[in-house]
C-alpha cells in the first residue's frame, strides 16, 4: 500500500499550488484522508483532513480560508488546493491515510503515509 503526493513546487507570496495525493493498492475514495506539513525545525502539523464519506472536511485555523480539500473521484485521488500562499506554509507536505470514518488532526492515528511533496513559499 503506498501513498504519493504531487504538486508541490516554489512559488511567490500570495500565489497557489494543488497537491494531489494518490494511491496504489487500495482506493482512496474509500478512506478518510488527511494533509500534514512539517517545517524545518517545528512538530508535524494537521493541516486539513477530509473524511471518509466526504461530508465532512477540516482545517487548522492558519489555513482556513485559503486552503481546500476536496475528492476526485475519477483519478481516485484527494487534492488540497492551496491559495493565497504564505512564507509560513514552506514544509514537506504529506497526505495519509486513517483506517476511520472521522477526520482527526493526529498524525498518531493516522496509518499509511505518503512520502511528501516540497512546498515553499519564497519571493
Known sequence: LHLMESGGGLVQPGGSLRL?????????????????RRAPGKEPEGVS???KSGGSTDYVDSVYGR??????????????????????????YYCAVRISSTCSAEN??????????????SS
Open 20 to 36: 494531489s495525493c494518490a494511491a496504489s493498492g487500495f482506493t482512496l475514495n474509500d478512506q478518510t484522508v488527511g494533509w500534514f
Open 49 to 51: 483532513c477530509i473524511s
Open 108 to 121: 498518531h492515528l493516522y496509518h499509511y503515509w505518503g512520502q511528501g511533496t516540497q512546498v515553499t513559499v
Open 67 to 92: 486552503f481546500s480539500v476536496g475528492r476526485d473521484y475519477t483519478e481516485d485521488a484527494v487534492y488540497l488546493q492551496m491559495n493565497n500562499l504564505r512564507v509560513e506554509d514552506t514544509a514537506l
